[in-house]
C-alpha cells in the first residue's frame, strides 16, 4: 500500500461520497414522498374547505397573517387557531372587527356571511388536522 496520498486515491473518494450521498438524498425524498398522503390527510378536503380557502386567498388574509410558517408576520399565526379558539370564537372574532382597541393592530371587516364564515373555519379546521410540519410548533400557542 503506497504511503502517499495520491490523486486516483482523491479521486476515488470523491467520487465514492457523489454517489453515497446522492443516494441517500434520494431515500431520504422518497421517504418523504411516501408519507406525504398520510400528513396531508387529503380525504378531508371537502367542497366547503376548498370554497374557504378560496376566501382565504381572494381576501388577502396570508398579506397579515401566517399559515404554517408562511406569509407575513404582522398578525398572529393560524395554522393551528381552530385548535388554540374553536370554530365559534372564529367566526365570532372575524364578525367583530375592528375591535378598535387601543394600542392594538386592527383587522378589517371583511362582511362575510354565514356561509363563508363557515367555509372559512372548516378551512382553518383542516389546516390545523394536517400534518406537514411534523407536529411543529411543539407548543400549541408556540
Ligand atoms: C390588515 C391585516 C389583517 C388581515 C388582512 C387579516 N387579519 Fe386576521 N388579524 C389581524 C390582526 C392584527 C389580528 C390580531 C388582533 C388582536 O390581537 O387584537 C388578527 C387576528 C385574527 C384572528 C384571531 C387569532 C388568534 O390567535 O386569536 C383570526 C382567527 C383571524 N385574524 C383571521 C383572519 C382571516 C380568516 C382573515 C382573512 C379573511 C384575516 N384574519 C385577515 C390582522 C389581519
Redesign the pocket.
Known amino acids: 500500500m503506497s504511503e502517499t496520498f495520491t490523486k486516483s486515491m482523491a479521486r476515488n473518494i470523491f467520487y465514492g461520497g457523489a454517489v453515497f450521498f446522492f443516494l441517500l438524498f434520494l431515500a431520504l425524498t422518497f421517504d418523504t414522498v411516501q408519507s406525504v398522503p398520510k400528513r396531508s390527510h387529503s380525504e378531508g378536503v371537502t367542497d366547503s374547505v376548498i370554497r374557504g380557502k378560496h376566501?382565504?386567498e381572494t381576501?388577502?388574509?396570508i398579506?397579515?397573517?401566517t399559515l404554517l410558517g408562511e406569509g407575513a408576520y404582522?398578525?398572529?399565526e393560524?395554522g393551528n387557531?381552530y385548535k388554540?379558539?374553536g370554530g365559534e370564537f372564529?367566526k365570532a372574532?372575524?364578525r367583530a372587527q375592528p375591535?378598535g382597541?387601543p394600542g392594538?393592530?386592527?383587522?378589517?371587516q371583511?362582511n362575510l356571511t354565514d356561509q363563508q364564515l363557515d367555509d372559512?373555519v372548516n378551512f382553518l379546521k383542516w389546516t390545523s388536522e394536517i400534518n406537514t410540519t411534523r407536529n411543529w410548533p411543539p407548543n400549541i400557542e408556540g
Open positions: 376566501i382565504w381576501r388577502d388574509c398579506g397579515c397573517h404582522f398578525a398572529p393560524l387557531v388554540r379558539r372564529i372574532w372575524i375591535t382597541a392594538r393592530r386592527q383587522m378589517p371583511f372559512l
